[in-house]
């Protein structure tokens, strides 16, 4: 079971009261994540909306010119949202997500968390509000790690000092 104090670990619901994080408890389910499960794929259609619980995701988007593979341009770790298609039209997947530490997932169904929004506009203006400066980090670090794979640069392993391209740094 999800509790209030387990979502409080998300800064995707960062700004919400308890009341409302109670709420959304109940939308929530655990599901396991095993080393080398694809959660999900690029493409596909987004019913619901992931967060890493424990263990670890890496996201990977297709590139079909220069590399033709795919590139790891994130690795989501415990606290994290990793999939959120399933609120943004056209409610696809714009990447894949694999398992590379076994451990939990959090999903939500993307169409019961919009009705709630439809019935609290305040709660959906926060965690939209949240889910934007995600978005706008990831697309930032996607864009870094891009460059860094066409430079045939080492990836930093490291975080550096700059919040620049970190989700969860605003």
């Known amino acids: 079971m999800v509790t209030v104090e387990v979502l409080k670990g998300f800064e995707f619901f960062n700004g919400l009261t308890d009341d409302s994080l109670a709420k959304l408890t109940e939308l929530c389910h655990v599901h396991a994540m095993?080393?080398?499960?694809?959660i999900f794929a690029e493409g596909s259609k987004a019913r619901d909306i992931h967060f890493c619980h424990s263990g670890k995701v890496d996201i990977l988007i297709w590139v079909r010119e220069p590399w033709n593979k795919n590139i790891a341009v994130h690795r989501a770790e415990p606290g994290e949202l990793f999939g959120w298609s399933a609120l943004v039209v056209p409610y696809t997947y714009t990447a894949s997500a694999e398992c590379v530490e076994s451990g939990d997932e959090i999903r939500i169904k993307g169409h019961e968390l919009l009705a709630v929004f439809g019935q609290n506009p305040l709660i959906g203006y926060t965690v939209m509000?949240?889910?934007?400066a995600n978005v706008s980090a990831r697309l930032t670090q996607t864009r870094q790690k891009l460059?860094?794979?066409?430079l045939g640069a080492p990836w930093p392993t490291t975080s550096s000092s700059s919040a620049w391209?970190?989700?969860?740094r605003r």
């Open 34 to 38: 095993h080393e080398g499960d694809r």
């Open 129 to 132: 509000e949240n889910l934007g």
């Open 165 to 168: 391209g970190e989700p969860g």
């Open 147 to 150: 460059v860094a794979e066409w």
